[in-house]
């Protein structure tokens, strides 16, 4: 059986940003899995990104293969997420060409000393270590109220590539964000009778960007990946500081930075189109023909919104012990300090020699790993601790 450095498991931004330092760094790295696919499969079609283009490059050594390389895009403008999955591609194909197997991983586990990294195809390989660049599919969130729905009535919003299977139902879209709102505006515009349920008293939007500001604004609230002001600027460009503020700082951090908000260009085309229910916690659900929401508001007064089918766009919640792939002593060894274990200052995990990366590392070096900014800070200090393992171990 092959013996290799680094196995990736995952090719969307994560996983290719670090095969493409490692692979420059000399380790001998294979990345498992189709690159992008989880963009190109679960985010709606017609979907743009919230993210600046400045803030949505993958990560290369030499930083040649930015998203401006592939296609330039103007300051404000929004980039739809069939280019971003198209650049992404391109980008394995500059970096990662050699090394890439789309074959999905279904297990890993260990054998001498090594990671033993079950493939799709049938085949295994031996890895010295292993880079988990999951994404976020595994840890999708829907709330406790929802949970005995079937399927059939029932969805997370990352389930959905195509919503024009939904044209004539009537649909409640479920949370506050930019996917709960994007995705019911994208119903309403494919064909559908949607509405928004939202537990906050008021629906929050985002800023239009200002391109040229003065020297005074610049100052007082400086630009950067995760947007203006002196946090988001901290956030996104001292990550690894972030990992040595307390743990209780620093799940605040990531649970309340950037909460949810809608993004400025899509507030025209919502606005007065999508109908929205507000202070509306779901307290229950059944299925009866249709679905039956029960509403609670703020001073508990329940209220029944009917409805065909009902979008969890609730986000996601990181649990190690929901990573499937591993073998369970894998896991229960990963889960043994909480469901978000810290991470060292290279990303590794409590496992000697397996990485995390993406959004499984926000609760160690902050929110800027929940987007695709971080993709590059992440693989350059992965690579790091990748040659300094390899070189213990061999």
């Given amino acids: 059986m092959p013996v290799i450095d680094v196995a990736i498991v995952g090719a969307g931004p994560y996983g290719l940003s670090v095969a493409a330092h490692a692979l420059a760094a000399g380790l001998d790295a294979r990345v498992f899995g189709r690159p992008m696919q989880a963009w190109a499969q679960h985010m709606p079609r017609g979907m743009l990104l919230k993210s600046e283009p400045s803030a949505s490059h993958l990560g290369d050594p030499d930083r040649r293969y930015g998203l401006d390389a592939f296609r330039q895009y103007s300051y404000g403008e929004p980039v739809p997420v069939e280019t971003f999955v198209g650049y992404g591609k391109w980008f394995s194909g500059q970096t990662a060409k050699k090394a890439l197997d789309e074959s999905s991983v279904v297990a890993i586990g260990t054998e001498g000393g090594l990671f033993a990294v079950t493939l799709s195809s049938g085949a295994s390989v031996l890895a010295r270590t292993v880079v988990l660049a999951l994404g976020f599919l595994p840890f999708a969130y829907r709330p406790a109220a929802l949970a005995d729905l079937p399927p059939e009535v029932s969805s997370h919003s990352s389930d959905h590539h195509d919503l024009s299977a939904f044209a004539g139902r009537d649909v409640a879209v479920v949370g506050a964000g930019q996917s709960a709102l994007e995705t019911a505006t994208l119903l309403m515009e494919a064909g559908a009778m949607a509405r928004v349920v939202a537990r906050s008293k008021a629906l929050a939007w985002n800023d239009t960007p200002v391109e040229h500001r003065s020297m005074l604004h610049r100052m007082l609230a400086p630009s950067s990946g ?98 499937g792939i591993l073998d369970p002593s894998l896991r229960r060894r990963l889960r043994a300090g909480g469901p978000t274990p810290r991470l060292t200052r290279t990303f590794e995990s409590p496992i000697s020699g397996l990485y995390l990366v993406g959004l499984a590392s926000a609760a160690t070096f902050g929110p800027a790993m929940r987007f695709v900014y971080g993709s590059d800070f992440a693989a350059r200090r992965v690579t790091r601790g990748l040659l300094g393992q390899v070189r213990k171990s061999g």
């Fill in 226 to 323: 995760l947007g203006t002001g002196w946090p988001s600027w901290v956030w996104s460009e001292l990550p690894g500081a972030v990992r040595y503020l307390p743990r209780a700082a620093r799940k605040h951090i990531v649970r309340t930075t950037l909460g949810p908000a809608g993004s400025w260009w899509l507030r025209e085309r919502f606005d007065g189109a999508v109908p929205v229910t507000l202070d509306a916690r779901v307290a229950a659900a059944e299925h009866r023909g249709a679905v039956h929401l029960h509403l609670r508001d703020e001073e508990g007064n329940v209220r029944t919104l009917e409805t065909e089918h009902v979008i969890a766009a609730t986000g996601y919640q990181v649990d190690v012990g929901r990573i």
